[in-house]
């Protein structure tokens, strides 16, 4: 019977023990959890606060009558149920993200209201104030959760199917995200 150092060297070997794995370089999952809980936060809460200017007015916001102008000038029809819809996806979505709840259909509700954004806003340019790179920043954060999952230290944790987040979950939502834009986009004028 071979040595146990020249089973974990052979290239029969499938499933490697975890102090082969082991390197002083490899990151902490605490690291990750981490990062994803900051990253969840400062993403989900912007986008929150964003849903409730739309809503209520909140933070210099327009509130559902005055960004419904805007979404109407803007070609959507009713603007003012646009806005709504637009508000609550991003306070909803938003809240997902920061507690990690639901966290790929929070993702995909970022990723919807964002498209919608991109396309009000293209051809101002990429960088802001009439640019697009803030929309297209947040549209890319809420499609990486929606892919990423929320981490450890989320809500989602304790919800058995998405307790071990599949990358299958991720696609499909973001995927929900898109079409849900693009209907909304085909009403657009």
Do not use: C
Request: proline letters at 5%; zero cysteines.
């Amino acid at each position: 019977m071979p040595s146990r150092t020249a089973q974990l060297s052979s290239p029969d070997t499938r499933t490697p023990t975890p102090s082969v794995m082991a390197s002083p370089h490899a990151a902490s999952p605490h690291a990750y959890d981490a990062g994803l809980l900051l990253f969840r936060l400062t993403v989900g809460l912007t986008m929150a606060a964003h849903g409730s200017q739309k809503l209520f007015g909140w933070f210099g916001g327009g509130g559902l009558d005055g960004t419904g102008q805007f979404f109407t000038m803007s070609g959507y029809p009713s603007g003012r149920t646009m806005a709504a819809l637009a508000g609550v996806s991003e306070a909803l979505g938003g809240l997902g993200l920061a507690v990690g709840l639901l966290t790929p259909l929070a993702g995909a509700a970022i990723v919807g209201t964002m498209v919608n954004a991109l396309a009000v806003k293209w051809g101002g340019g990429f960088f802001a104030p009439q640019g697009i790179e803030y929309e297209l920043l947040l549209a890319a954060a809420g499609a990486t959760l929606a892919l990423t999952g929320s981490g450890r230290l989320a809500a989602d944790r304790f919800l058995p199917g998405l307790r071990r987040h599949r990358l299958v979950y991720g696609g499909a939502a973001v995927l929900l995200g898109l079409v849900g834009a693009g209907i909304v986009l085909l009403l657009r004028k």
